[in-house]
């Protein structure tokens, strides 16, 4: 446990899944956490559990992220985990314009809007975390969803770019690359493997899952949401506070 009381911290995406879970664990250290989600019902019930506030933002519209971080003020913990998975494209020819757009201005241009929103104050400050909530796609090719498997490749990279930018100012910037994580956004992806990817026809979307377990996890066992928001509250730390630029993995061993 880390003792965040007095730290104010954003999580992107919080209304379900991951961003739930780190906003609770964020909460229970003691952080004042603001749960920003695209659907705003979501949102308020993650905040009314971790003793939150919520908001309605699409943040990959850079007008609504200013105008969301105006509103919240101070920001000691930036957290983007908001996601989206691409449509199934193999090859990569069946995804449209429009797919890749949409892919890349929620899982890259948001975590260059969240980032330019907090940048005056942290550098100010000479403290401060931004953590991007990654992909391990992003790290070993998905031919099976080409936009998500790239914009996650772009996100490990804009991480460092951003790790390079802040260092001189005390402001770490670190990816965590999760793996198999039983989640909403898992049923809808084995929803889609189960109609249209080889060998998986016929399957449920929890089948799909632990198919995908069985064959690529050295220790057979899926990740969860706590592992996860342990990940981020560690580097949200001061224990971490020499760590920046790092791509990290937590996916039982895929990327070994």
Same mark, same amino acid.
């Given at each position: =446990?880390?003792?965040?009381?007095?730290?104010?911290?954003?999580?992107?995406?919080?209304?379900?899944?991951?961003?739930?879970? +780190?906003?609770?664990?964020?909460?229970?250290?003691?952080?004042?956490?603001?749960?920003?989600?695209?659907?705003?019902?979501?949102?308020?019930?993650?905040?009314?559990?971790?003793?939150?506030?919520?908001?309605?933002?699409?943040?990959?519209?850079?007008?609504?992220?200013?105008?969301?971080?105006?509103?919240?003020?101070?920001?000691?913990?930036?957290?983007?985990?908001?996601?989206?998975?691409?449509?199934?494209?193999?090859?990569?020819?069946?995804?449209?314009?429009?797919?890749?757009?949409?892919?890349?201005?929620?899982?890259?241009? @948001?975590?260059?809007?969240?980032?330019?929103?907090?940048?005056?104050? =942290?550098?100010?400050?000479? $403290?401060?975390?931004?953590? $991007?909530?990654?992909?391990?796609?992003?790290?070993?090719?998905?031919?099976? =969803?080409?936009?998500?498997?790239?914009?996650?490749?772009?996100?490990?990279?804009?991480?460092?770019?951003?790790?390079?930018?802040?260092?001189?100012?005390?402001?770490?910037?670190?990816? +965590?690359?999760?793996?198999?994580?039983? @989640?909403?956004?898992?049923?809808?992806?084995?929803?889609?493997?189960?109609?249209? @990817?080889?060998?998986?026809?016929?399957?449920?979307?929890?089948?799909?899952?632990?198919?995908?377990?069985?064959?690529?996890?050295?220790?057979?066992?899926?990740?969860?949401?706590?592992?996860?928001?342990?990940?981020?509250?560690?580097?949200?730390?001061?224990?971490?506070?020499?760590?920046?630029?790092?791509?990290?993995?937590?996916?039982?061993? +895929?990327?070994?």
């Amino acid at each position: =446990m880390f003792d965040f009381s007095n730290r104010t911290a954003v999580v992107t995406g919080g209304g379900r899944g991951l961003g739930r879970s +780190i906003a609770h664990g964020l909460a229970a250290q003691g952080a004042k956490v603001h749960v920003l989600d695209v659907d705003l019902i979501a949102a308020e019930e993650t905040a009314a559990t971790c003793g939150g506030i919520a908001a309605q933002c699409d943040v990959s519209i850079n007008e609504q992220v200013q105008a969301c971080f105006s509103q919240i003020g101070h920001v000691d913990f930036l957290i983007n985990n908001a996601g989206v998975v691409s449509k199934p494209g193999q090859p990569f020819t069946n995804n449209t314009e429009e797919d890749w757009d949409r892919t890349f201005a929620i899982n890259v241009k @948001s975590i260059r809007h969240t980032a330019a929103a907090v940048s005056e104050q =942290m550098r100010a400050d000479g $403290n401060g975390r931004i953590i $991007n909530i990654s992909s391990i796609t992003g790290v070993i090719a998905a031919p099976f =969803m080409p936009p998500y498997s790239v914009s996650k490749a772009a996100a490990n990279g804009l991480t460092r770019v951003l790790a390079r930018d802040f260092a001189p100012f005390g402001v770490t910037v670190n990816a +965590i690359c999760p793996g198999f994580v039983w @989640s909403p956004l898992w049923e809808d992806l084995g929803e889609e493997m189960a109609e249209t @990817s080889q060998g998986a026809q016929g399957n449920n979307a929890q089948e799909v899952f632990q198919g995908r377990i069985d064959a690529l996890v050295p220790m057979k066992r899926p990740q969860t949401p706590e592992e996860i928001a342990g990940t981020v509250s560690f580097l949200c730390s001061d224990s971490a506070r020499n760590i920046t630029g790092q791509i990290l993995s937590v996916d039982g061993g +895929i990327t070994i």
